[in-house]
C-alpha cells in the first residue's frame, strides 16, 4: 500500500465523494418513489388488500295473475374459495374434501371457474346444505380462504306443476360466457335456463352488489372495509303472469302421472297464458343449484320425453282440429257457405281415382251440411271440400291462418309448425310425378304435411272464438297482440260457433257437456302410424273455447298417442268447468 | 501490548443509534394482523445486539497487532469452515436449496459468510499491507486475488450469489485503497462487464473498443493485455451459454431485475410488494407499527431482505432519509478512520469494512426499490439475523481498535 499522506488524503476525498453520491442517489431515488409518485403507489397498495366479494341479487319474483307467487328466493348458502392459481385451488379442494363430499363434477366446475375469472371468487358449491355449511363453520380454522356466503335461492313452491312455463335457473354455461347474449356475465353467476326464467333473464337478473373485505397476503379476510365502499345487490322487479296459478294445478291434477301430452288455456280476448302444461313433468326445484347428475339422467332416458315441452316443442298432425281451417277457407273464399251439401252424401268412404278414403265412421254420415259435417267430424265432406277449395288455396288458406309460423309465445325455443309453403313443396319433396291430388284429402282433414303445436291450435281457436284476430299468447302480462288471420262476416262466425257448440252438444265430444255453460270444440283424432298389436295409436286432440257465444276461455289439448279426441274433449272440458266454475256432465263415452 | 485508548464515540453512537433503529424495525416487522413467527425475534436481536456490542467493546480495548495476528488462523479456520458447509451446510426454508447455514446436530449456528467477510477484509489487509508499493500490474494481484478467490467460490458453490457480490466489493475497494491506479481496475474488471454486455453485441463491441484503447494506453505487459482481450472475447462469447447453466431461480431473479412486473405473482411479487410499501408510505408514513402493507402480510422477508420497505411504509420518506443519513455517517466515519490509521493494515482493513458495508446498503436498498437485483444481501443494523448482527459489531470493534490507534489519539504513532 502506498502510504504517502498525499496519496492517502487523495484517495479519502474520492471515497468521500463517491460515498455521498450513492447515498444521495438513494435518497433522490426514494423521495422520487415516496414523494412524487405517492398517490400511484398509494393507490395500489389500497387495492392490493381489498377483496371484492360479489353479492348476488335476488332474482324477481314471479306471480300469477292474482298475486300469487310462481317463483320465489329462499336463503340458501354458497361456497366459494380465493386461491392463488389452479394448484393452490386443487389443494384447497383436496383438503375441503377431508370434511366434506364435492363429486369429481363439482371439482372440475370450479377449476372451470377459477380459469374463466381468476381475480373472483371460485364458487364451489352453489347451493349447500346447513350440514354441510355447519361442518365448514367448524372447520372455518382450517380453511382461510374460504368463503362462505348467505344468497338467495330459487324455490317454486309448486315446483312440478309450472316446470313446463317457468323453467329453471342454472350457472350459466362456459359456451353462455362465449356468447355475446352474455355479455357481462361472471363465471358462477345465475342464469335463467328454459322457460320464462330464461325468457326474461334481463329483468329477472337483478344487479350484482359487492362488498370489499380487507384481506391479507394470503387472502384471509381481516375486516371488512368502510361501509362507503359497499355496493348492495339490486334486486330485480317482480314479474307478472297472466297465469292463473290454481288453473295450473288443477291441469297438473288432472294429466296426474298416467297421461302424457299438453295443454294449454288462453284468454283469447287478450291472449293471456292462463295455464300450460307440459306431461310428465319434472321437479324442478332438484334443478336448483345444479342438476343432480341422476335425477338428469332419468329424465333423459324416459321415452316419454318429460324435457320436451308439449306445448311449444311437440309437433303432432292436428287430425280433425284443422277441419276449422279447411272450413275457413272454404268459407272465406266463397267456395262454400254452412249450410252447402257436397256432391257424394258419405256412406263411410269416398273413392278417389283408385283410392279409397275411409271416413272414421264406417256407417256412414249421408247427406250433410257443412255445419253438420263439423259436429260430426265427417271425413268424407271434407275430402270433397278439400277438392273443391283445390290444394293450392288449401296451402294458401293454411299459410295465411299461420299454420307454418310460430305463435310468439314468450317462451324460449318455441317450435315453428310445419305446412307446406305452396304445392311447390311436394314438387321439391316427392319429385314432379312422385305424388298426385291425393295430399288435397289428406290436407283437408289435418292430416299428411301437417305438424302443428299445441299452442299454435290454441291461437288459431282464439281467432274462431272471437272475430278472425289471432291473439299472440303472452305468459307475461304486457300489450296484447292481436293478428287478423281471415276475415268472416257474423253471420259465418256465428254459424261457425254453433256448430263447434254442437260437437259437443250433439257430435263427437258429448262427454264433454258442461252444465250451464255452452262449449265449443273440435275433437282430432290423429293418426301417427305408430301401431300396437295392430292397432294404430293415435293423439287426441281436442280444441275449444267456452262459452260458445261469449269466450273468455280458449283450450288446446293434446294427449301423446291418447286415442281418441273425445279423450282429450273431456280433459279440456274438466279445465274449463273449473276455469268457469261449474261443473262437467260426466257422460259415456260416444265414439267418434 | 494492551493499552489504554480514548474511544471513537461517533462511530460507536452512529452503529448503535443504526442498531436501536433496526430493533425497533425488527419489533414492527412482527406486528401483522395475524401474528407469525417474526413476532418474537426482535428480542432475540437485542440478545444478539448486546452481545455484538460486548465482543465490539472487547476488540475496542485489544490491539491491532492482536487482530493482525489472528487474522492468519482465522482465515484457515474460515476456509475449513466454508469448505465444510459445502459438505454438511443446511439449506434454510425460503433458500433451502442454499447451504449457508452451519448446522450442529441439526441446530444452526449462523451463517459463517457473514464472519468470513470480516477475516477476508482482514486477510486482505495484511496481504495488501506487506508491499510498499501498490501492485501495478494484473500479475503482481495474484496474491490478493487468492485470498479473496477461494473464499469467493467456496460461497458461489453454496450458492450464495449476494455474498458472493460483496467479496467482489471488498476486492475492488480495498485494491483502492491500497492504491492500484484505475485503469488497472477497470481492467481487471472488464471481463465480468464484457459477460454483462455480451447481452447486446453493440454495446459489447463499444465496450470491447473502449477496452483495446485503454489496454494500449495503460500499455499492461504483452501477456496481461493479450489475457485480457481474450478473457474478454472467451466471456463475451460463452456468457449465453453460461446464462443456460443458472439455475431456474437465479435466472428469475435477473429477469425479474429486468422487468419486475413479468411475473408478479412469483418472483417479481417481493419487488412489486416492496415498492407499493415504501410508495405508499409518502413523506411521514403510516405511523410506526401502522404499514398496512407489512400487517397484512404483503411484504415478504419483512424482517430480513425487504426491512427498509417497513422503514418506507411507516416512516415514511423522513425515516428513510434519517436512515440513509445515519448509515452516510457511519462510512464516512469508517473511512475518515481508514486515512487516519497509523499503519497499513488499519488503514486497509477499515476501509475494506466501510466497502463491505456499503456494498450491503447499495445493494439491499436499492433492492427494495429495484434498482439492485434481488440477491438476499441482508441491511446491517437492521435485517434480523443473529451472526449478522454480531459480525456487524465485531466489525464496529476492530474500527473502534484503529481507530484508537490512529493519528490525534493517544496510542498514534504518526500524530
Redesign the interface.
Known amino acids: 500500500?502506498?502510504?504517502h499522506p498525499n496519496?492517502?488524503?487523495r484517495?479519502?476525498r474520492i471515497?468521500?465523494l463517491a460515498?455521498?453520491a450513492?447515498?444521495l442517489s438513494?435518497?433522490g431515488?426514494?423521495?422520487n418513489?415516496?414523494?412524487l409518485?405517492?398517490d400511484?403507489?398509494?393507490l395500489?397498495?389500497q387495492e392490493?388488500?381489498l377483496r371484492a366479494l360479489p353479492l348476488p341479487a335476488p332474482r324477481g319474483i314471479i306471480y300469477d295473475r292474482y298475486g300469487n307467487i310462481i317463483a320465489e328466493n329462499l336463503p340458501g348458502y354458497a361456497v366459494s374459495v380465493l386461491p392463488?392459481?389452479v394448484d393452490s385451488l386443487k389443494s384447497s379442494l383436496q383438503h375441503l374434501s377431508s370434511v366434506i363430499t364435492l363429486t369429481p363434477e363439482q371439482v372440475d366446475a370450479a377449476v372451470r371457474r377459477f380459469r374463466r375469472d381468476p381475480n373472483r371468487p371460485t364458487l364451489i358449491i352453489s347451493d349447500a346444505s346447513m350440514s354441510v355449511v355447519s361442518v365448514l363453520e367448524e372447520h372455518r380454522i382450517n380453511f382461510p380462504r374460504l368463503i362462505i356466503q348467505s344468497v338467495p335461492k330459487r324455490f317454486y313452491p309448486d315446483g312440478p306443476a309450472v316446470a313446463s312455463f317457468v323453467g329453471y335457473t342454472g350457472e350459466v354455461t362456459d359456451a353462455d360466457l362465449n356468447s355475446p347474449a352474455y355479455q357481462g356475465y361472471k363465471p358462477g353467476q345465475l342464469v335463467g335456463k328454459g322457460g320464462i326464467e330464461k325468457q326474461y333473464e334481463k329483468i329477472l337478473r337483478g344487479r350484482e352488489g359487492v362488498r370489499y373485505d380487507?384481506?391479507?397476503?394470503?387472502g384471509?379476510q381481516?375486516r371488512q372495509a368502510t361501509p362507503r365502499l359497499d355496493l348492495n345487490p339490486e334486486p330485480a322487479p317482480p314479474l307478472y303472469t297472466n297465469i292463473d296459478l290454481d288453473l295450473q294445478r288443477y291441469v297438473a291434477g288432472v294429466f296426474g302421472d298416467s297421461l302424457v301430452g299438453g295443454a294449454i288455456a288462453m284468454d283469447p280476448r287478450d291472449g293471456g297464458v292462463l295455464a300450460l302444461y307440459s306431461a310428465p313433468s319434472y321437479d324442478v326445484n332438484k334443478f336448483t343449484g345444479g342438476i343432480p347428475v341422476d335425477y338428469w339422467k332419468t329424465l333423459l332416458a324416459d321415452d316419454r320425453r318429460p324435457l320436451v315441452n308439449k306445448v311449444t316443442q311437440g309437433r303432432y298432425p292436428p287430425g280433425s282440429t284443422f277441419k276449422l281451417a279447411t272450413a275457413v277457407t272454404g268459407l272465406e273464399d266463397g267456395i262454400v257457405t254452412l249450410d252447402d251439401h257436397m256432391p257424394e252424401p258419405c256412406t263411410g268412404g269416398f273413392q278417389y281415382g283408385n283410392r279409397y278414403f275411409k271416413c272414421w265412421d264406417k256407417k256412414g254420415h249421408g247427406s250433410i251440411s257443412l255445419g253438420r259435417a263439423i259436429e260430426v267430424s265427417c271425413d268424407v265432406y271434407f275430402y270433397q271440400l278439400g277438392l273443391k277449395i283445390g290444394l293450392s288455396k288449401m296451402i294458401a288458406g293454411g299459410v295465411s291462418l299461420d299454420m307454418r309460423e310460430k305463435t310468439g309465445i314468450d317462451l324460449p325455443d318455441e317450435k315453428r309448425a310445419l305446412f307446406p309453403y305452396a304445392v311447390d313443396y311436394y314438387n321439391k319433396t316427392y319429385g314432379a310425378r312422385g305424388w298426385s291430388n291425393a295430399v288435397t284429402l289428406n290436407l283437408s282433414i289435418g292430416q299428411g304435411e301437417n305438424s302443428q303445436t299445441v299452442v299454435n291450435m290454441a291461437k288459431f281457436y282464439t281467432a274462431l272464438a272471437t272475430d278472425g284476430n289471432a291473439a299472440t299468447p303472452e305468459i307475461v302480462k304486457q300489450t296484447p297482440v292481436k293478428t287478423r288471420i281471415f276475415k268472416l262476416d257474423q253471420q259465418q262466425m256465428d254459424g261457425l260457433r254453433t256448430a263447434l257448440a254442437g260437437v259437443i252438444g250433439q257430435g263427437t265430444a258429448q262427454s264433454a257437456r258442461i252444465e250451464g255453460i255452452m262449449l265449443a270444440g273440435k275433437t282430432g283424432t290423429a293418426q301417427t302410424g305408430k301401431r300396437v298389436n295392430g292397432v294404430e295409436l293415435n293423439h287426441a286432440w281436442f280444441v275449444g273455447f267456452a262459452p260458445a257465444d261469449k269466450p273468455t276461455i280458449v283450450v288446446a289439448v293434446m294427449l301423446e298417442y291418447g286415442g281418441h279426441g273425445g279423450r282429450a274433449a273431456h280433459v279440456a272440458s274438466s279445465i274449463i268447468s273449473h276455469y268457469l266454475k261449474v261443473a262437467p256432465v260426466t257422460a259415456v263415452q260416444s265414439e267418434g | 501490548m494492551f493499552r489504554k485508548t480514548l474511544a471513537d464515540y461517533p462511530l460507536a453512537i452512529t452503529a448503535l443509534a443504526l442498531s436501536l433503529f433496526g430493533v425497533a424495525i425488527v419489533y414492527s416487522a412482527g406486528q401483522t394482523d395475524i401474528p407469525t413467527y417474526v413476532a418474537p425475534l426482535w428480542k432475540s436481536q437485542v440478545m444478539w445486539l448486546a452481545l455484538g456490542v460486548l465482543c465490539a467493546w472487547g476488540i475496542g480495548n485489544s490491539s491491532v497487532r492482536l487482530i493482525e495476528w489472528v487474522t492468519w488462523p482465522a482465515y484457515l479456520l474460515t476456509l475449513l469452515t466454508l469448505s465444510s458447509l459445502l459438505v454438511l451446510g443446511a439449506g434454510t426454508g425460503a433458500n433451502g436449496h442454499m447451504r449457508s447455514w452451519l448446522a450442529i446436530g441439526g441446530h444452526r449456528l449462523g451463517q459463517p459468510a457473514e464472519i468470513a467477510k470480516i477475516v477476508v477484509v482482514l486477510m486482505l489487509a495484511k496481504v495488501l499491507a506487506e508491499r510498499r508499493e501498490a501492485p501495478k500490474s494484473l500479475l503482481e494481484l495474484w496474491k490478493p486475488g487468492l485470498v479473496v478467490g477461494i473464499p469467493f467460490l467456496m460461497i458461489m458453490l453454496q450458492p450464495d450469489l449476494g455474498s458472493a457480490i460483496v467479496f467482489v466489493g471488498i476486492f475492488f475497494g480495498m485494491l483502492f485503497w491500497s492504491g492500484v491506479p484505475w485503469p488497472l481496475l477497470v481492467l481487471l474488471a472488464s471481463p465480468v462487464i464484457s459477460l454483462v454486455f455480451s447481452f447486446s453485441t453493440g454495446l459489447w463491441g463499444a465496450w470491447f473498443l473502449v477496452l483495446i484503447a485503454l489496454v494500449l494506453w495503460y500499455k499492461p505487459y504483452l501477456v496481461e493485455g493479450i489475457v485480457l482481450v481474450v478473457a474478454n472475447v472467451v466471456t463475451g462469447v460463452i456468457a449465453p451459454i453460461l446464462w443456460e447453466k443458472l439455475a431456474p431461480y437465479q435466472q428469475n431473479r435477473l429477469k425479474v431485475f429486468l422487468d419486475p412486473s413479468a411475473d408478479p405473482r412469483a418472483s417479481g411479487y417481493h419487488v412489486l410488494q416492496s415498492k407499493i410499501a415504501i410508495g405508499s408510505g409518502g413523506l411521514f408514513g403510516n405511523g410506526f407499527t401502522l404499514g398496512t402493507q407489512k400487517r397484512s402480510g404483503f411484504l415478504p422477508e419483512q424482517h430480513t431482505d425487504f426491512i427498509f420497505a417497513v422503514v418506507g411504509e411507516e416512516l415514511g420518506f423522513i425515516g428513510v432519509a434519517l436512515a440513509l443519513t445515519l448509515f452516510l455517517a457511519l462510512l464516512l466515519r469508517a473511512t475518515r478512520i481508514a486515512s487516519r490509521a497509523n499503519d497499513p493494515f488499519g488503514s486497509l482493513a477499515a476501509f475494506g469494512l466501510m466497502s463491505c458495508w456499503l456494498v450491503h446498503v447499495v445493494v439491499n436498498i436499492g433492492m427494495t426499490l429495484n434498482l439492485m437485483p434481488i440477491t438476499g444481501i441482508p441491511l446491517p443494523f437492521f435485517s434480523y439475523g443473529g451472526s449478522f448482527m454480531l459480525a456487524s459489531w465485531l466489525g464496529v470493534g476492530v474500527l473502534l481498535r484503529i481507530s484508537g490507534e490512529g493519528r490525534g489519539h493517544a496510542g498514534s504513532l504518526m500524530s
Open positions: 500500500m502506498s502510504v496519496d492517502i488524503a484517495r479519502s471515497a468521500r460515498l455521498s450513492v447515498i438513494l435518497v431515488a426514494f423521495f418513489a415516496q414523494v409518485q405517492h400511484r403507489y398509494k395500489q397498495s392490493n388488500r392463488v392459481n380487507e384481506v391479507d397476503a394470503r384471509r381481516v
